[in-house]
C-alpha cells in the first residue's frame, strides 16, 4: 500500500482571519458609503480599465492571491497517484459540475422565475456573471478552509497545485463555450486577459519567489521552513487585498445596490 503523504500542523488562524466576516461586512458598509459621497472619485477609478478588466482590481487581486501562489508547490504534483480519490471528486466538482451548473440556475432565475422582476438586458449580465463565477475554483480560501476543518495540509496543497494548472488552460474554454450556449457575448480579449493578470502572472510571481527562497535556504527542511516564514510576513497583504477589493467593488456599485436593493436580494437568491 502506498504511504499517504504526511500531513503538515496547520499554523492556528489569527484573531484578525478568525472574524474575517465582520471585517467582509465592515468593508462592504464602508464601499457602499463611500461610493455614496464620492461617486465622481468611484467613477474615475472604474475608468482604469482595458478590455473591461479594471487595473486598481486587477492590482489588489495580485495582492490577494501572490501569497497563496508563494505557497504552491509544483512538486507535490507528483504525489497525484497517492489519493487519487479526493482530487477526482474535487476536479469532477470543480470542472464539470459547478460551471454548468451555476449557469443552469442563472438561466433558470433570470430567464424564468425572476423574468418579470429583471430587465432581459441586464438578466443577461447576472447570468454571466454567475458563469464566471462558477467556472473560477476558488484557491486562495482552500488552505483557510484546510485550517478551519483541521485538515491534511499537503494533501491541501496538491489538490490547489492541480486546480491552478487545469485553470490556466480550461478557464476561458470553458466560460466561452457557456457564454455562448447561452446566447452572451464577452470578448476571448477579456478572457483572456483576465486568465493571464488574475492567474498567470501572480504564479509566476508566485513560483519564482518560492524557488529564489529555497535556493537562498537549501533544499529539503530548510527551504520549506523559508517559504513558510516569508509567506507568514506577507500574509496580511492578502488579507488586505481582499478588504480593499471589497470597498472598491462596493464602491463602484455603490448607488445602484442602495437604490434597487430588491434586485440585489434576487441576484443573491440563486447564489445561495
Known amino acids: 500500500m502506498t504511504e499517504a503523504p504526511s500531513s503538515k500542523p496547520a499554523s492556528p488562524l489569527s484573531l484578525f482571519e478568525r472574524y474575517l466576516s465582520l471585517w467582509v461586512l465592515i468593508c462592504i458598509i464602508a464601499g457602499l458609503t463611500l461610493g455614496t459621497l464620492l461617486?465622481?472619485?468611484?467613477?474615475?477609478?472604474?475608468?482604469?480599465?482595458?478590455g473591461s478588466v479594471n487595473f486598481i482590481v486587477a492590482v489588489l487581486i495580485?495582492?490577494?492571491?501572490?501569497?497563496?501562489?508563494?505557497?504552491?508547490?509544483?512538486?507535490?504534483?507528483?504525489?497525484?497517484?497517492?489519493?487519487?480519490?479526493?482530487l477526482v471528486i474535487t476536479l469532477a466538482v470543480n470542472w464539470l459540475i459547478k460551471p454548468f451548473t451555476?449557469?443552469?440556475l442563472g438561466v433558470l432565475f433570470f430567464e424564468f422565475v425572476f423574468a418579470d422582476l429583471i430587465d432581459p438586458d441586464n438578466a443577461s449580465q447576472y447570468i454571466a456573471g454567475m458563469i464566471l463565477l462558477g467556472a473560477a475554483p476558488c484557491t486562495a480560501m482552500v488552505f483557510i478552509w484546510?485550517?478551519?476543518?483541521?485538515?491534511?495540509?499537503?494533501?491541501?496543497?496538491?489538490?490547489?497545485?492541480?486546480?491552478?494548472?487545469?485553470?490556466?488552460f480550461a478557464f476561458a474554454p470553458i466560460v466561452a463555450l457557456l457564454l455562448g450556449v447561452t446566447d452572451i457575448s464577452v470578448p476571448w480579449e477579456t478572457l483572456l486577459l483576465s486568465v493571464v493578470l488574475y492567474v498567470v502572472i501572480p504564479l509566476i510571481a508566485?513560483?519564482?519567489?518560492?524557488?529564489?527562497?529555497?535556493?537562498?535556504?537549501?533544499?529539503g527542511v530548510q527551504g520549506e521552513i523559508q517559504v513558510s516564514r516569508f509567506t507568514s510576513?506577507?500574509?496580511?497583504?492578502?488579507?488586505?487585498?481582499?478588504?480593499?477589493?471589497?470597498?472598491?467593488?462596493?464602491?463602484?456599485?455603490?448607488?445602484?445596490?442602495?437604490?434597487?436593493?430588491l434586485l440585489i436580494a434576487l441576484i443573491a437568491v440563486p447564489l445561495l
Not at 206 to 217: F, V
Open 206 to 219: 508566485g513560483t519564482l519567489t518560492r524557488m529564489h527562497l529555497i535556493r537562498k535556504a537549501g533544499p
Open 233 to 261: 510576513r506577507i500574509k496580511p497583504l492578502s488579507v488586505l487585498g481582499l478588504l480593499a477589493t471589497v470597498v472598491l467593488l462596493f464602491g463602484f456599485q455603490g448607488q445602484i445596490i442602495l437604490d434597487q436593493p
Open 62 to 86: 495580485w495582492f490577494m492571491v501572490y501569497p497563496m501562489m508563494v505557497s504552491v508547490d509544483f512538486t507535490s504534483l507528483r504525489r497525484i497517484h497517492e489519493r487519487p480519490k479526493g
Open 102 to 104: 451555476m449557469a443552469a
Open 146 to 168: 484546510s485550517q478551519l476543518t483541521r485538515g491534511d495540509a499537503t494533501y491541501t496543497l496538491v489538490q490547489v497545485s492541480l486546480n491552478d494548472v487545469i485553470m490556466i
Open 39 to 50: 461617486p465622481d472619485t468611484f467613477q474615475l477609478l472604474a475608468g482604469l480599465e482595458y
